[in-house]
């Protein structure tokens, strides 16, 4: 990939996606540079999830996706999976295997089948444990792990691709206070290295704090895409969220604290 | 648990040698007793009564009992990669059950003998049936409850198929004959038996070994697994595929035999750890170990009429797999859903 794209790393047009007559998702356009975090909020079902899958090309959808100026819909899987990585909520793990192991995965997608591992794999994984703080605890068996932990070794694996986008949903849920910090640190840093991350979360503190920019989703639309303090204002947060909000200011960014409900 | 298995190698080839052992056992095993010398005599010159036992009728069954085994083995491993779960079992899409209703079909209406080669090819095709009606009712695409659904479907309407041959069956002794059959058997097989069904065990195998990758990438869930490349619809229809080709071929020569498929791979994850990708090998070779072991335990037990190895499987099988259950509860209890 040449360094200058003229188009942004990912580009979405009307898209749009039908669960069975529901539509869940409807005319979404938005776009992520190189070097952003973007956050994505919204009430329960109003699409994250959906818009998260669709950009990560495991549903269809309807609309135009493209990935550094190429459609999605056209690339071959494993040549999507380089260039687009995802990590799912929940942060599932079926079998106990070693956390190393588990970031590994995150290579499958530059393996030809009859591969072993490589050198740049290996230094991909390392990179990866070591960004994440799990290096530690590289040979113990995910099952074995805190939720925190787990977290941490299921982010490794998402940026032991080293795909330019990461597409996360809900990366920080049911983490303590210092591990969303870290991990949001961590998702920030990708960015910073060249990336651009889309992050879905309920925590609208966090988002005010680490986002360029935040995406406001409701049933399925996008209602807002500006940076923090335009997308999250207090008339905002009213109409989409239902809640009456306070702002501090807190590390330079202000901040919304959910008041009550309206 | 410990799951970075460095000792995966040597446990394989220990493995592979306990399988060469046992089909070793197994030619001299029988109603004539061959001594391991007479044994090796009779299968490099093959002359005499021994050489005829040896060749004729012990080979079979052992080649039989290895390549089966082999593939209840790896079958068993690939389902429950593809499942996420220790307790799925080759019979859940109904192969084996459309197998078994294809067989007594012919035994029942074929005038068939029940060592003859209709039996199988009968069986084959109810098997091959049933992989057409799975991906006829789920579609090519469809979700894994889904498929599991069809395959509940199809594998009721198979038992219900072979209980209305049983029920029709022109004569009781017929009947007894099925009945008999459906237990689950290795007698008498012949070197015929062993060329009709080792291209589809084969066959098996070469589709189900390649998924190992997709099945590791599947311990991230299937969406997961899905954005790191793995086309997780073809990885499903590949195993439905290559699972009842497999077991639906080995039941049409055998008759039902039961809970290899299910122990093999929990029997080698304690050795080599948990990975679905790596347990695929030594999990075959285990399934060829325990139907060898079944199979020679039959032949020594003195009995009038010799047991069904079906009949040992099952009974061995399943105080065996309660007893893994019981050691393994609280891993299993333990690891998330």
Not at chain 1, 194 to 200: D, I, N, Q, R
Not at chain 1, 235 to 251: C, L
Not at chain 2, 55 to 66: G, V
């Amino acid at each position: 990939m040449s360094e200058r794209t003229p188009a942004p790393l990912l580009a979405a047009r009307d898209v749009a996606v039908r669960l069975g007559r529901r539509r869940v998702l409807d005319g979404v356009a938005i776009a992520l540079d190189r070097g952003e975090i973007v956050a994505l909020v919204g009430p329960n079902g109003a699409g994250k999830t959906t818009l998260l899958r669709a950009l990560a090309g495991l549903v269809d959808a309807a609309g135009s996706i493209a990935v550094a100026g190429r459609p999605l819909a056209r690339m071959a899987p494993r040549e999507r999976a380089r260039l687009v990585a995802y990590l799912p909520q929940g942060h599932v793990f079926h079998w106990p295997l070693a956390a190393a192991e588990i970031v590994a995965l995150g290579r499958q997608p530059h393996a030809d089948p009859f591969a072993r591992t490589t050198e740049a794999d290996r230094a991909a994984v390392a990179r990866a444990l070591a960004a994440t703080g799990t290096t530690a605890f590289a040979e113990r068996p995910v099952t074995t792990l805190s939720g925190g932990e787990r977290a941490r070794v299921a982010l490794a694996r998402a940026l032991a691709t080293e795909a330019p986008i990461l597409l996360a949903d809900e990366p920080t849920a049911s983490l303590d206070p210092r591990h969303q910090l870290l991990i949001m640190e961590q998702l920030r840093e990708a960015a910073r290295a060249g990336g651009a991350v889309l992050a879905a979360t309920h925590d609208l503190a966090l988002a005010a704090r680490f986002a360029d920019r935040v995406a406001v989703m409701q049933a399925g639309r996008l209602v807002a895409n500006a940076p923090p303090a335009e997308a999250l204002s207090a008339e905002r947060m009213a109409a989409v969220f239902g809640v009456e909000t306070v702002f501090v200011e807190a590390g330079g960014a202000r901040v919304p604290i959910v008041h009550r409900p309206l | 648990m410990h799951s970075v298995a460095r000792a995966r190698f040597p446990v394989t080839v220990s493995l592979a040698i306990l399988v060469l052992a046992l089909a070793f056992v197994s030619l001299g095993v029988g109603a004539v007793a061959l001594s391991p010398r007479a044994v090796l005599a009779a299968l490099c010159d093959g002359e005499g009564v021994s050489g005829l036992i040896v060749r004729e009728i012990r080979l079979p069954r052992t080649l039989l009992a290895l390549l089966i085994g082999a593939t209840f083995g790896l079958s068993g491993a690939a389902l429950q990669g593809l499942l996420r779960n220790p307790l799925a079992e080759p019979a859940l899409f109904g192969a084996p059950q459309a197998a078994a209703a294809g067989a007594s079909l012919v035994i029942a209406f074929g005038f068939a003998p029940v060592t003859s080669l209709a039996v199988p090819i009968a069986g084959i095709a109810g098997a091959l049936a049933s992989i057409a009606g799975l991906v006829a009712i789920a579609g090519r695409r469809a979700s894994l409850t889904v498929t599991l659904l069809a395959g509940l479907a199809l594998a009721s309407f198979a038992g219900a198929a072979t209980a209305l041959i049983l029920n029709l069956a022109p004569n009781p002794y017929i009947a007894l004959e099925i009945a008999f059959w459906l237990l689950g058997s290795l007698e008498d097989r012949s070197r015929e038996h062993v060329l009709l069904v080792a291209p589809f065990l084969v066959a098996s195998w070469a589709i189900l070994a390649p998924q190992a990758r997709a099945f590791r990438a599947l311990t991230l869930g299937e969406d997961a697994a899905a954005s790191l490349g793995v086309d997780v619809a073809r990885t499903r229809l590949a195993v439905v595929i290559g699972v009842a080709t497999g077991i639906g071929a080995a039941i049409s020569v055998t008759g039902a035999i039961g809970f290899v498929g299910l122990v093999a791979p929990h029997l080698v994850r304690r050795a080599v750890g948990s990975d679905p990708a790596r347990i695929l090998v030594p999990a075959a070779l285990a399934g060829a170990a325990l139907l060898l072991a079944a199979d020679i335990a039959v032949r020594l037990v003195p009995a009038a009429v010799e047991i069904k190895v079906g009949v040992a499987t099952a009974l061995v099988g399943v105080p065996f797999f309660l007893a893994m259950i019981f050691g393994e509860r609280r891993a299993l209890e333990g690891a998330p859903a």
